[in-house]
């Protein structure tokens, strides 16, 4: 069994400070983990993945992610918010055990402002 | 290749009628998802194929809800009857295979139920 939990419905930031969204996740077996952001009336897109391969993972848009075993967690990070990142993230576990299918989290909206 | 494709991107249909989603996944990808998303539930699996198969259907809400796979370049998501409480956003999304490979999602379908 998987299980993805985002902390934090909704994040507030002004633009140009950090940003910071929390995704813990428990999984029997070693997890893949991702993180896909979703624009208002779009589809989920994603922002990158964690393969087992680095522990600190570099995606789209200047977002970063590092994988700590030890924490369970997979927390997005971004130096400074742009107006442009204002958007649902959500966090997603999967494995490579049998027919495993990505298990979302709830999702973190994301609210910049000025 | 023009991504996922889902058809329409609204619908809007009177309580008790049939309604059908549609979905055309990218070329060469051996896997499909439908998921909904609601604010009370967030993203949730229906049903996912392999290979035009269905695997598991256990996320489907009732026997009101079914979903097919004629062939790799096509797959529906039938309600009959629809009721309120189905109004939500439909994804649907198709990868190459499971686990570290990622899910790529269609626009979506918002459907109203009246």
């Known amino acids: 069994a998987q299980s993805v939990t985002q902390l934090g419905s909704h994040v507030s930031v002004s633009e140009g400070a950090l940003v910071l969204l929390r995704c813990n996740y428990s999984?029997?077996?070693?997890?893949?983990l991702f993180w896909y952001v979703q624009y208002p009336n779009q589809g989920l897109q994603l922002l990158l993945k964690?393969?087992?391969?680095?522990?600190l993972v570099k995606g789209i848009n200047g977002f970063e992610a590092e994988f700590k075993k030890s924490e369970t967690s997979f927390h997005l990070t971004k130096p400074s918010a742009h107006m442009s990142d204002a958007a649902e993230y959500f966090c997603a576990v999967s494995s490579n055990s049998g027919y495993s299918t990505l298990t979302f989290g709830k999702g973190t909206m994301l609210l910049v402002s000025p | 290749d023009a991504g996922v494709i889902q058809s329409p991107r609204h619908e809007v249909t009177e309580m008790g009628q049939e309604v059908t989603l549609r979905c055309k996944p990218i070329s060469g990808h051996d896997y499909l998802f439908w998921y909904r998303q609601t604010m009370m539930r967030g993203l949730e699996l229906l049903i996912y194929f392999n290979n035009n198969v269905p695997i598991d259907d256990s996320g489907m809400p009732e026997d009101r809800f079914s979903a097919k796979m004629p062939n790799a370049s096509f797959s529906t998501l039938k309600i009959q009857p629809s009721e309120p409480r189905d109004s939500a956003v439909y994804f649907c999304?198709?990868?190459?295979?499971?686990?570290?490979?990622?899910?790529?999602f269609g626009q979506g379908t918002r459907l109203t139920v009246v």
């Open positions: 964690y393969t087992s391969a680095a522990t």
């Open positions: 999984s029997s077996v070693p997890p893949y």
């Open positions: 999304a198709s990868s190459f295979q499971q686990g570290w490979t990622e899910a790529f």
